[in-house]
């Protein structure tokens, strides 16, 4: 099977060498991407990295990268798209209907990209893209962006197994109710040992928490068709309620909001273990357990982390917070792309999709950033490697291959060489096709609000702040509806009229 993933990868190569280099010259692209690993070295082109080499031969493309921590990726994006003499000619956008982006592009700040996409003959991979999710990119009908494919239902729980033993949990728990009970019950156990594992990326611990507790997902339609946020929903309060009770009984490390989503890992992977559960992707809990695995000589065939989702409340309805819509954010085009360079700078989108494409992209290069092992799968690390040989695999990839995946889109499905298969890889897999019935989705989220595209981010950011004090005993309950209240009167009710209008009209 190695021979026929070389093969495979050789034969992209020499196509794409032969695509490029027959319609192309060289091409420099300039490029602003988030960093996850920015307390990591980062190797560029002019200093030999591999990785960004190979795309060079491949594509005749050198990429010059401007890497901007994840936290302040946001913030990043309005002052630079407020300053065109310095625009990147491609960068990420995270929020696809953010009042940024929608005005962007209709300011003419993109490319519009749908003639593009439509062109199947030219640009195959990219035109390979669901349809369902580029429609949930369109401003005005017109699409700017490819969007960056994420699996729909991977969020939920993982937590420590082996732990949750400990407090008569030795089994995972059936329901919602349960599942506070344990937590509760875990907080005991150390108290230098925290439940949550939450970093100032709290949107995420707060949205699983509140939609598995019953809550609708930013906003809800009542009984009488009316639309209201989530955040005066009971539900949504109660899962409020049990994270600050958690956090008052020890169990959330109180300088959280001071961690970075880049050192999230930090609390679950110290010797000893500081975290025992996080409520994000669960792609990262079975990555957890193979960390574990590699590192701490777990058991392989016995995971002591669990994924847990798909969990009935009280009243036994079930609902999985929607972590994506079929896509994180979006990569756009801007007019610091002549009309003459831009149809070869889709060529090189379009290549990133590719088998080689995506291949370097997610994993990097063969003995540089991933091994082909004997079994015929891809690992991180060379065959028979050492505890130390695995770490210095592990720092070189995030020195070379850092955040490259950032730039994937991957719109036609994953299309790299297959890594080994594992108990929780395997469950999750399974996951996702089981529980995708159970994802809610948020029914305002094409509807286009003039107020939402002007004030919503700020107004959104106001009400998490105002969460965040009350989960930390700041504020009291009255306290947080006045954060409610403040969102209502500076252009809640603006945004909530301007939803239902177009709720009615279309209903």
């Not at 990785?51 to 890497?67: D, H, S």
């Not at 990119?137 to 700017?144: F, H, M, P, Q, S």
């Not at 009280?314 to 756009?332: M, Y």
Request: proline content about 4%; some cysteine.
């Amino acid at each position: 099977m190695k021979k026929l993933v070389s093969l495979f990868l050789s034969l992209a190569l020499l196509l794409s060498v032969m695509s490029f280099a027959a319609a192309e010259d060289d091409v420099t692209l300039n490029v602003m991407l988030p960093d996850f690993y920015s307390d990591s070295d980062w190797k560029s082109l002019e200093d030999g990295n591999p990785i960004l080499q190979k795309i060079y031969e491949a594509t005749g493309v050198k990429l010059n990268i401007t890497w901007v921590p994840d936290s302040g990726y946001g913030e990043q994006t309005t002052l630079t798209l407020a300053d065109p003499a310095h625009m990147p000619e491609v960068m990420v956008m995270q929020g696809v209907r953010d009042a940024i982006m929608i005005s962007s592009a209709r300011a003419g700040a993109f490319w519009d990209l749908t003639d593009f996409v439509a062109d199947a003959e030219n640009y195959p991979n990219l035109a390979a893209g669901a349809d369902s999710v580029y429609d949930n990119l369109l401003v005005d009908g017109r699409l700017y962006g490819i969007y960056r494919a994420r699996a729909y239902a991977r969020a939920g729980v993982y937590y420590r197994n082996d732990y949750a033993a400990q407090v008569g949990y030795a089994e995972e728990p059936k329901t919602v109710e349960e599942f506070k009970d344990m937590c509760l019950k875990m907080a005991a156990i150390d108290p230098n040992i925290y439940v949550f594992n939450m970093c100032k990326y709290v949107a995420g611990t707060i949205g699983v928490m509140t939609v598995m507790n019953g809550a609708p997902y930013q906003y809800g339609v009542n009984a009488e068709g009316k639309i209201y946020p989530a955040f005066e929903d009971e539900a949504f309060q109660e899962g409020l309620d049990f994270i600050r009770e958690l956090y008052a009984a020890g169990g959330i490390d109180p300088n959280f909001m001071t961690i970075e989503s880049g050192n999230w890992n930090d609390a679950e992977r110290s010797d000893p273990v500081k975290a025992l559960m996080r409520l994000d992707c669960l792609d990262n809990g079975y990555r957890y357990q193979e960390w574990l695995e590699q590192n701490k000589g777990a058991d392989a065939s016995a995971p002591i982390v669990s994924l847990l989702t798909a969990l009935p409340d009280k009243n036994g309805k079930i609902q999985i917070w929607p972590q994506n819509i079929g896509a994180s954010g979006e990569i756009v085009v801007t007019k610091a792309v002549s009309a003459d360079k831009l149809p070869a700078v889709m060529k090189f989108l379009d290549w990133c999709s590719s088998a080689e494409g995506q291949t370097l992209l997610n994993c990097g290069a063969e003995g540089e950033t991933y091994w082909i092992h004997s079994d015929g799968f891809r690992y991180t690390y060379p065959e028979g490697a050492t505890d130390e040989e695995k770490n210095t695999a592990d720092t070189n990839t995030h020195v070379i291959l850092h955040s490259l995946n950032q730039l994937g889109m991957n719109v036609n499905g994953d299309l790299t060489p297959p890594a080994a298969g594992t108990i929780l890889r395997d469950e999750y897999n399974q996951n996702l096709l089981d529980n995708a019935q159970y994802v809610i989705g948020n029914p305002c989220y094409t509807f286009d609000s003039e107020t939402n595209n002007l004030m919503g981010a700020s107004l959104a950011q106001e009400v998490e702040d105002a969460q965040v004090q009350y989960i930390a005993g700041k504020i009291d309950l009255a306290g947080l509806q006045t954060a409610y209240a403040n969102w209502h009167a500076q252009g809640g009710d603006d945004i909530l009229a301007e939803y239902q209008a177009i709720y009615d009209a279309e209903k």
